[in-house]
């Protein structure tokens, strides 16, 4: 079995699991959608080498771009998801294809000020967005034969989409795209000296993170009734990038666990207590410092360890894992 | 053979990083099929040229024409499916992808576009696999296919880094100092790839090692200062006043005879 379809049951098994382990539906839809939102932010940061500050406009603009239509129009659940995805892809080739100008720090920052020009965009037109409050009552139509209103239907409804947006990303990081954007990672000046146009694939990869992202986005917005102004919010940039982090940025299925960590152990924390955000902010220090594998560079750490020695060797061989 | 069309011509090429002129005046052509070398002290803009010639660093002024095509104004990357290719000086890999893949994404570039179908999986037989197994074969490094490429010796690294260019199935191919940092064992292997290499490419070169450039050019092409020195074949360069004066002191290495 290769790495690859390795990955895939592991996502398959985090689908199956979530509602076995916990109570509230609406966490576990919310593992899955973060899951999606970090898989696209890893297509660009693990993969491509960018620092997108910019990953919380696609998700905020897919959660709106759902309401909006739900409540304006009479279209059905399928394509007011699909304008979300078309909305993140577009805007997302527009801001990487500004932003992609610069490199290193001015790259950041260029995707830092989207994020802001985003989010003030959003907060002024309050009669399109509801401004502070958010767009309000956004329902939740059935889709054909399929009802959605309790949170475990939807949950799986959430669930599918998961496994083959998964199997989608896993499909575009193997493909011969995939691997030039590892190489432009790896090394830009010799990428292009060997005939490849960076700039395309760069804006490519943002147009593909960026309609993931609008889709995890729609159904933030539909699980919860609401697209709340923080979903377009720079803080929102800023946890999809943490949970990415924290994963580790070598796999996709990484991204499925800094997600789950991420929001299951913030919804922990916060009931014990108010300032969980200090505690979590101590553990990505720890996570900077000592694991920048992330969770997945030590499950791999652990699972190392406890193979018999014959078969470590080719786990060592860096840019290959034992998983 | 000097009635034959140049494959590569500089015309009047110059280069300025700010106020410094790297590159002046220099008018270049590159016979078809011929092994054409340039020499010169350090800081004379050797590379500055292959970066010129390659789209890495726009002319300043100046006219450089592939086949008779202006390509003055093309950026690198549009360049390479006309049928450039080149080494660099100081190695420039994928460090963490396997030698295969190196190879296989330079020969993926002379298509660019066909790598941007995300769906399109990497196929072990496909055109681009094909070439990087011949390209390795050739340069006796497929021992070596699975490995990483920073994990390769510096010797590997550098046929790996001309296997590049190779890979890329060029007619013009550039090699900036190939023998870079090599021990004398590997200095006569690159010797004898090179000259390979001139059976089915035209190949331009940079070299320090006089003993190869005596030895396997054509013809000989003399910087100093961002200028043309000298222009001709090994025994004229040799031979030359100029070209004497200009290397006294110098570190070349490598014997001239």
Same mark, same amino acid.
């Given at each position: 079995?290769?790495?690859?379809?390795?990955?895939?049951?592991?996502?398959?098994?985090?689908?199956?699991?979530?509602?076995?382990?916990?109570?509230?539906?609406?966490?576990?839809?919310?593992?899955?959608?973060?899951?999606?939102?970090?898989?696209?932010?890893?297509?660009?940061?693990?993969?491509?080498?960018?620092?997108?500050?910019?990953?919380?406009?696609?998700?905020?603009?897919?959660?709106?771009?759902?309401?909006?239509?739900?409540?304006?129009?009479?279209?059905?659940?399928?394509?007011?998801?699909?304008?979300?995805?078309?909305?993140?892809?577009?805007?997302?080739?527009?801001?990487?294809?500004?932003?992609?100008?610069?490199?290193?720090?001015?790259?950041?920052?260029?995707?830092?000020?989207?994020?802001?020009?985003?989010?003030?965009?959003?907060?002024?037109?309050?009669?399109?967005?509801?401004?502070?409050?958010?767009?309000?009552?956004?329902?939740?139509?059935?889709?054909?034969?399929?009802?959605?209103?309790?949170?475990?239907?939807?949950?799986?409804?959430?669930?599918?989409?998961?496994?083959?947006?998964?199997?989608?990303?896993?499909?575009?990081?193997?493909?011969?795209?995939?691997?030039?954007?590892?190489?432009?990672?790896?090394?830009?000046?010799?990428?292009?000296?060997?005939?490849?146009?960076?700039?395309?694939?760069?804006?490519?990869?943002?147009?593909?993170?960026?309609?993931?992202?609008?889709?995890?986005?729609?159904?933030?917005?539909?699980?919860?009734?609401?697209?709340?102004?923080?979903?377009?919010?720079?803080?929102?940039?800023?946890?999809?990038?943490?949970?990415?982090?924290?994963?580790?940025?070598?796999?996709?299925?990484?991204?499925?666990?800094?997600?789950?960590?991420?929001?299951?152990?913030?919804?922990?924390?916060?009931?014990?207590?108010?300032?969980?955000?200090?505690?979590?902010?101590?553990?990505?220090?720890?996570?900077?410092?000592?694991?920048?594998?992330?969770?997945?560079?030590?499950?791999?750490?652990?699972?190392?360890?406890?193979?018999?020695?014959?078969?470590?060797?080719?786990?060592?061989?860096?840019?290959?894992?034992?998983? | 053979?000097?009635?034959?069309?140049?494959?590569?011509?500089?015309?009047?090429?110059?280069?300025?990083?700010?106020?410094?002129?790297?590159?002046?005046?220099?008018?270049?052509?590159?016979?078809?099929?011929?092994?054409?070398?340039?020499?010169?002290?350090?800081?004379?803009?050797?590379?500055?040229?292959?970066?010129?010639?390659?789209?890495? @660093?726009? +002319?300043?002024?100046?006219? %450089?024409? &592939?086949?008779?095509?202006?390509?003055?104004?093309?950026? /690198? =990357?549009?360049?390479?499916?006309?049928?450039?290719?080149?080494?660099?000086?100081?190695?420039?890999?994928?460090?963490?992808?396997?030698?295969?893949?190196?190879?296989?994404?330079?020969?993926?570039?002379?298509?660019?576009?066909?790598?941007?179908?995300?769906?399109?999986?990497?196929?072990?037989?496909?055109?681009?696999?094909?070439?990087?197994?011949?390209?390795?074969?050739?340069?006796?490094?497929?021992?070596?296919?699975?490995?990483?490429?920073?994990?390769?010796?510096?010797?590997?690294?550098?046929?790996?880094?001309?296997?590049?260019? @190779?890979? +890329?199935?060029?007619?013009? %191919?550039? &090699?900036?100092?190939?023998?870079?940092?090599?021990?004398? /064992? =590997?200095?006569?292997?690159?010797?004898?790839?090179?000259?390979?290499?001139?059976?089915?490419?035209?190949?331009?070169?940079?070299?320090?090692?006089?003993?190869?450039?005596?030895?396997?050019?054509?013809?000989?092409?003399?910087?100093?200062?961002?200028?043309?020195?000298?222009?001709?074949?090994?025994?004229?360069?040799?031979?030359?006043?100029?070209?004497?004066?200009?290397?006294?002191?110098?570190?070349?290495?490598?014997?001239?005879?």
């Amino acid at each position: 079995m290769n790495r690859s379809s390795l990955h895939f049951i592991l996502a398959a098994i985090v689908a199956v699991a979530l509602p076995l382990f916990m109570r509230s539906g609406t966490l576990a839809s919310e593992v899955l959608i973060y899951a999606m939102a970090a898989s696209a932010c890893n297509l660009l940061l693990g993969y491509t080498g960018l620092l997108s500050f910019g990953q919380g406009i696609f998700f905020g603009l897919g959660s709106y771009v759902v309401g909006l239509t739900l409540l304006h129009t009479p279209l059905p659940l399928g394509l007011a998801i699909l304008f979300s995805i078309v909305i993140g892809a577009l805007v997302a080739t527009g801001v990487g294809w500004l932003s992609i100008r610069r490199q290193g720090v001015y790259f950041v920052m260029l995707t830092l000020a989207f994020s802001q020009f985003f989010y003030f965009l959003a907060y002024t037109f309050k009669d399109i967005t509801g401004g502070d409050n958010g767009l309000l009552n956004i329902p939740r139509p059935d889709v054909g034969p399929l009802v959605l209103r309790s949170s475990w239907a939807y949950y799986a409804f959430i669930a599918i989409i998961f496994l083959l947006i998964f199997a989608t990303l896993q499909r575009v990081a193997s493909s011969t795209f995939g691997r030039t954007l590892l190489a432009i990672r790896d090394n830009e000046e010799r990428a292009r000296a060997i005939g490849f146009p960076v700039r395309t694939f760069k804006i490519t990869a943002f147009a593909i993170s960026g309609a993931v992202t609008g889709l995890a986005g729609a159904l933030h917005a539909l699980l919860i009734g609401v697209a709340p102004l923080s979903n377009i919010d720079y803080h929102m940039s800023e946890s999809i990038l943490i949970m990415t982090i924290i994963g580790g940025t070598g796999n996709l299925f990484a991204s499925v666990l800094g997600a789950g960590f991420y929001v299951i152990v913030s919804d922990l924390l916060s009931t014990i207590w108010p300032r969980w955000l200090l505690l979590l902010g101590g553990l990505l220090v720890v996570v900077a410092l000592f694991m920048q594998q992330g969770l997945w560079g030590l499950l791999e750490r652990i699972i190392l360890a406890l193979r018999p020695a014959s078969r470590t060797a080719a786990g060592k061989e860096p840019g290959r894992s034992p998983l | 053979m000097s009635a034959q069309a140049p494959i590569l011509a500089a015309d009047k090429l110059a280069v300025r990083y700010g106020s410094f002129l790297a590159l002046s005046d220099v008018t270049l052509a590159i016979k078809p099929n011929t092994i054409h070398s340039v020499i010169g002290p350090n800081g004379a803009g050797k590379t500055t040229l292959f970066h010129a010639l390659t789209g890495r @660093v726009q +002319a300043s002024s100046g006219r %450089i024409t &592939l086949n008779g095509r202006d390509i003055t104004h093309l950026s /690198d =990357d549009k360049r390479v499916p006309l049928g450039i290719a080149r080494s660099f000086q100081v190695t420039s890999l994928f460090q963490n992808l396997t030698v295969r893949e190196n190879l296989r994404l330079a020969a993926q570039g002379r298509t660019p576009l066909q790598a941007l179908a995300p769906w399109r999986g990497v196929e072990p037989d496909g055109e681009a696999t094909v070439i990087a197994d011949q390209v390795m074969s050739r340069l006796g490094i497929t021992a070596v296919a699975d490995r990483v490429a920073g994990e390769l010796s510096h010797g590997q690294q550098r046929r790996l880094e001309v296997g590049m260019a @190779v890979a +890329a199935k060029p007619r013009l %191919i550039l &090699l900036d100092e190939p023998t870079s940092g090599m021990g004398i /064992d =590997d200095i006569e292997a690159m010797k004898a790839l090179i000259r390979d290499l001139g059976r089915d490419h035209t190949v331009l070169f940079i070299e320090h090692n006089m003993g190869i450039v005596m030895n396997i050019s054509d013809t000989v092409t003399v910087m100093r200062a961002g200028r043309v020195l000298v222009e001709g074949s090994p025994m004229v360069v040799r031979d030359d006043p100029e070209v004497r004066r200009a290397y006294l002191g110098n570190m070349m290495t490598g014997d001239i005879a």
